[in-house]
């Protein structure tokens, strides 16, 4: 079964007034079995721009997340965050699908020290996309990364969500970004930026 995932991206402009949702948050995604895998950190900004603060959560499943989302507990608390933040939330399936690392690893890096891709896609011309898909996995491939979200159901429940979001896992941050700047990716990337527009970070893990 699919896991689901929040992917949140914000700018908090009230310090004090964002600790209520802090202590309100945690224990309602607790309550739903909510695991942090991004939690804050210092992003690199990869393509476009980024938010200064950024959070990933995985819950069983992606029914999951969005009762987390829009429980009362979890509501409650996120009145705080609204009130002194500003930002985009997306509850979003995880992938199931091949991997292309799959003949080298068995399922994603976990744990502190791993690293991410966070990426939000607007793709606009499908045909050349899909030959960034094809060339992609192979940078993925040789540096052992693992696909956590590739599209999938989801809902932006605030603020602005693009089309196509990604999140894919490293052994580390040093690998994350390595995988980037690799000729591999960025013969890929050749064709993403003739077909998409995007947002894309590296960031560590809790």
Known sequence: MAKGYWISRLDVHDGDGYKPYLQGAEPAIAAFGGRFLVRGGEPEVLEGTARSRNVVVEFKDYETALACFHSPEYQAAYTHRAASSEGEHLVIEGY???????????????????????????????????????????????????????????????????????????????????????????????????AAVAEVIAIGGV
């Open 96 to 194: 199931t699908g091949d991997q292309p690392a799959a003949g080298t690893i068995s399922g994603p890096a976990q744990g502190p020290g791993t690293g991410y891709w966070v990426m939000r896609i607007d793709v606009h011309d499908m045909e050349t996309y899909k030959s960034y898909v094809a060339a992609d996995a192979l940078a993925i491939a040789k540096y052992e990364g693992w696909f956590v979200v590739r599209g999938g159901r989801h809902e932006g429940v605030h603020g602005e969500a693009r089309s196509r979001n990604v999140l894919v896992a490293f052994k580390d941050y040093d690998t994350a970004l390595a995988c980037y700047h690799s000729p591999e990716y960025q013969a890929a990337l050749a064709f993403r930026s003739k």
